[in-house]
């Protein structure tokens, strides 16, 4: 039995605070009674418990309250990237077979040809309203989103994501990163994304405060951190990046209150975790996916010195084990069991199981050290073989982030006649990064089948729109010669 998650939240503690954006602020009561009032007006517009609607909005107030609108309503939401082309977001509309594209009146440009029925944020405001009961429980198998995959390889699957599955998600969280009544979680995520949705849920479950912003600023993002106004915030290593350097040209530190940085998304270069101890920034890498709502396993901060660069160990109720693996240490494909595992796709990956003997199979190569600690090491779709030679770009990577001149580093293999396939990198850098530093420093750190056969330089790494490196577009720019997008 799962309450539902808004009005139970709404009537344990209705005077604290739930959101705030800018200089507004809205408490659990008021965020009920916003999302009452959508939640009638989507009755009102013919939709009714159990409908399939899509989402496409910015990270507004105004789409908090249409998502707990639509939670009320009891619709499965699909969660539509923003960042999409009209083309893709088409895709994704046909392959899902929402009955209604609920959209924000700001990329009606970019839905204009697209046949959906749609319904506008404005027309809802304007709309009528019908009363209706909702339902105060939720069975642990009910959709409540679908989010498609960030498609970095093949087409995107649409992944249910049950009560069952947020909520174990949540607990999971919640059990190993504490919770407090001050606690402020600042939300830069976009809450169309894994991440940025599972903050909204912790916050009606947990009873805590969400300090929303629509953008990722580093600069505001540092000002709450020193300030003590934010005490947790989810990032990715780009994110991180730009935050340690604001930090670094401010030569500030977190303000005491200040007790998490999740970051996830992929690996964390190491050179990021000790450049955030300097400034009393508890980075704790977490690790998770789509098909698992979010977090899986979370290094826990009295681990985050002692075993830099693991994602930690599995969440409470989650279990992860490795591929074949005989004993610890060995490499293999990272296969994750638990309740906060999808129960399968949509669409025209419907007929798909997730699942390999009750364990979800990531695509993901990783190990598991001697003390239960996991490990990831890179995507094995990305996995480079040189001459027989297993090579991991995140590896080369790691090194050429530590390098002062280099911002950010991306790293894939390149056909070769004689080897198979050879590294190769491209480097986001200084004005004061040469081709000649990188090769003599990757000499020092790495052995000579590991270092790039070329260095280029360029303007922008290829990112999807959850920040996540395309090195499938790297392979394309190191092909074609064409590094600009």
Known sequence: MIPNWLLQRAYITPNRMALSFGEEQWTFRQLLEEASEIAQKLRWNGLNEGDRIALLGRSTPNMVFVIHGCLLAGLEIVMLNSRLSSKEISWQLNDCDASVLIVDDEFLDRIKEINTSKLTFSAIESSGKESFTVTEIWEPSRTITIMYTSGTTGFPKGVRQTAGNHTSSALSSVLNLGLADDDIWLCTMPLFHISGFSILARSVIYGMGVRLYEKFDAISIVDEIENGTATRISVVATGLHRILEEFETKGSVAHPSFKTMLAGGGPVPDDYLRRAANYQLPVLQTYGMTETSSQTATLSSEDALQKSGSAGKPLFFNRIKIRDA??????????????????????????????????????????????????????????????????????????????????????????HPEWGSVPVAFIVGYKNVSVTDLEDYCVQQLARYKIPKAFHLVDELPRNASNKLLRRKLKEWAATGIHKK
């Open 326 to 415: 005989e004993q610890p240490g060995d490499f293999g494909e990272v296969l994750i069991k638990g309740p906060h595992v999808t129960l399968g796709y949509i669409g025209h990956a419907s007929e798909r199981d997730p699942l390999e003997d009750g364990w979800l199979p990531t695509g993901d190569i990783g190990y598991i050290d001697e003390d239960g600690y996991l490990f990831i090491v890179d995507r094995r779709s990305d996995l480079i073989i040189s001459g027989g030679e297993n090579i991991y770009p995140a590896e080369i990577e790691n090194v050429l982030i530590s390098h002062p001149h280099v911002k950010e580093a991306g790293v894939c293999g390149q056909d």
